[in-house]
């Protein structure tokens, strides 16, 4: 599959991808629904303004995936397709497998420093390194660290993979794919106001 000529793709276990700046967004966006869409766009955005490259860094299966066996909304390279769509001038993917799994909170701060994020964008839920006892407040000690409040359908219920996952399993398909936001564009707004705000360690 083509991709995007201006996106650099990178799979985490052939090579490392080391930069003097960034405006970084992590996550596994399964499905790459409005509320991934909308963390995306924060973290371009951000970096055109601070005139650094945006990187997102994704996994390969999403966690959940090799965790709890949920069946992943879309294939790696439609993933992809998607998160190029946004506009980012990098995507990294992780193999997340048991070695990565067992990494430490640390040890995935430090490879987050090789990109030299000026910002990190994530979801209030983030979680990362062995056991999840890694959060954007730690995270927040070390860098930048801006937390996007949930999107909202209109009906006022949150926009997540699970929710999306469920919904595909009750036949519910054009809900779903609503909620993807790809085969139309719903409104969604941020819940608890708009925008950003701090993560404090």
């Not at 701060?109 to 006892?133: A, N, Q, T």
Request: charge should be neutral; aromatic fraction near 6%.
């Amino acid at each position: 599959m083509d991709h995007h000529p201006r996106i650099h793709v990178q799979i985490q276990d052939e090579a490392e991808l080391t930069l003097c700046g960034s405006a970084l967004t992590i996550g596994a966006f399964d499905g790459v629904h409005g509320g991934h869409q909308a963390l995306i766009r924060s973290a371009v955005l951000n970096a055109q303004s601070l005139g650094v490259p945006s990187v997102v860094y994704t996994f390969d299966p999403p966690p959940k995936a090799l965790l709890c066996g949920a069946r992943p909304l879309t294939s790696i390279d439609e993933k992809i397709e998607r998160i190029s769509a946004l506009g980012p001038d990098h995507i990294v993917v992780a193999r997340f497998d048991a070695s990565y799994r067992a990494r430490t909170a640390n040890d995935f701060i430090r490879e987050i420093g090789r990109l030299s994020p000026r910002v990190i964008w994530l979801g209030s839920d983030f979680r990362f390194g062995s056991c999840k006892k890694g959060n954007p407040a730690l995270l927040a000690s070390h860098f930048d660290t801006r937390i996007l409040p949930a999107i909202c359908c209109e009906s006022g219920e949150v926009v997540s993979s699970t929710r999306i996952r469920a919904l595909r399993a009750a036949g519910r398909f054009l809900e779903a794919d609503r909620l993807e936001g790809w085969s139309e564009l719903p409104p969604f707004r941020v819940s608890n106001g708009n925008g950003g705000h701090h993560a404090t360690a």
